[in-house]
């Protein structure tokens, strides 16, 4: 039965849980109409938050738990007025959206709540209002949820696509200031692009392979580490863009990284340089280029790490 507003005012908050799920959704589920325009009362905010700590005891149902995170998300934040000298709350607040976007993240590890979240409006709302959030954690909360929704899950991924989910993944992994937050939306670029031909268009169209080549550059070893990998794995997956990364000087790039001190994961940049020699002759052709002097410097790093081995005996 639909309550007109006015009568709302003047209800008492319910003595229970489903009273408090009732509050959940209509805070905000975006298949019944827009959230509320004012922010939220406190004494809304409160039941909210007994409803998160239910949530986090396992004791409703797994959907009604991915509707109360929602809301907890949806809250309209407090206005200037009431945040000033708020510090404190605002503290609080954040706490509870991190809590409510981990509890989605683990839900989501279920194929069919991942499902349920993409029709309740969840990575919507990721999309836009927390990949770009002021908040670091919560950035990278937001992109992790995503990935753990797309892994494995094609109508997540091509949902997650038509709402231009992979340039904004993208954007955070080539420049969020926050580390965790590039690695993340690196995770969630490789769900989205990784046995996905329309993820891989979108990857090439919005220059995707310059990223991983800067983020191979990066000062993240995270990121070096999950860039490498994801580039080695494309390659290997779709050996028909060889020739396109050949052509964006990517030999010449991945030879400058090998020259930087050895690192673990100098081995997926390794394997990356071996697919594009195999069955690509301008591959071939640019790591013999004498300019390069590959030969050599893969035969003295050999040597060094040799010696490293043997000392450590």
């Known amino acids: 039965v639909h309550i007109m507003a006015e009568d709302r005012q003047d209800?008492?908050?319910?003595?229970?849980?489903?009273g408090v799920l009732q509050l959940a959704v209509e805070a905000g589920s975006a298949a019944e109409g827009p959230?509320?325009?004012?922010?939220?009362?406190?004494?809304?905010?409160?039941?909210?938050?007994?409803?998160l700590a239910e949530v986090c005891k396992g004791q409703m149902d797994e959907v009604e738990q991915m509707k109360v995170c929602l809301a907890v998300l949806r809250q309209d934040r407090m206005s200037e007025r009431e945040r000033d000298g708020e510090e404190e709350r605002d503290e609080e607040d954040e706490d509870e959206r991190e809590s409510a976007f981990e509890m989605l993240s683990e839900l989501c590890e279920n194929l069919d709540n991942a499902r349920d979240l993409m029709t309740l409006g969840g990575l919507e709302l990721c999309l836009s209002q927390y990949l770009c959030h002021a908040q670091s954690g919560l950035r990278w909360r937001a992109a992790e949820l995503i990935a753990s929704c797309a892994q494995n899950m094609p109508q997540v991924q091509v949902h997650l696509l038509s709402?231009?989910?992979?340039p904004k993944?993208?954007?955070?992994?080539?420049?969020?200031?926050?580390?965790?937050a590039r690695v993340k939306a690196l995770y969630a670029v490789?769900?989205?692009v990784r046995e996905q031909e329309a993820g891989l268009q979108a990857f090439l169209s919005h220059d995707g392979f310059s990223v991983l080549?800067?983020?191979?550059?990066?000062?993240?070893?995270?990121?070096?580490?999950?860039?490498?990998?994801l580039l080695l794995n494309l390659l290997t997956s779709h050996p028909e863009q060889k020739d396109t990364v050949v052509s964006m000087g990517m030999v010449q790039q991945l030879v400058s990284v090998l020259r930087t001190p050895h690192s673990p994961f100098h081995e997926h940049v390794l394997g990356a340089l071996c697919c594009l020699v195999e069955d690509c002759p301008q591959g071939l052709k640019d790591c013999r280029n004498p300019t390069l002097g590959l030969e050599e410097f893969l035969k003295q790093r050999s040597r060094e790490l040799q010696g490293k081995e043997e000392s450590q005996v």
């Open 163 to 166: 709402i231009g989910a992979l």
């Open 213 to 229: 080549m800067r983020g191979m550059q990066s000062e993240n070893e995270k990121l070096r580490t999950k860039s490498a990998f």
């Open 11 to 18: 209800r008492r908050y319910p003595q229970n849980l489903q």
């Open 35 to 51: 959230a509320p325009v004012e922010p939220m009362s406190e004494e809304r905010k409160m039941w909210l938050r007994e409803a």
């Open 190 to 192: 490789s769900c989205l």
């Open 169 to 180: 993944l993208l954007q955070l992994t080539d420049s969020d200031p926050h580390p965790t």
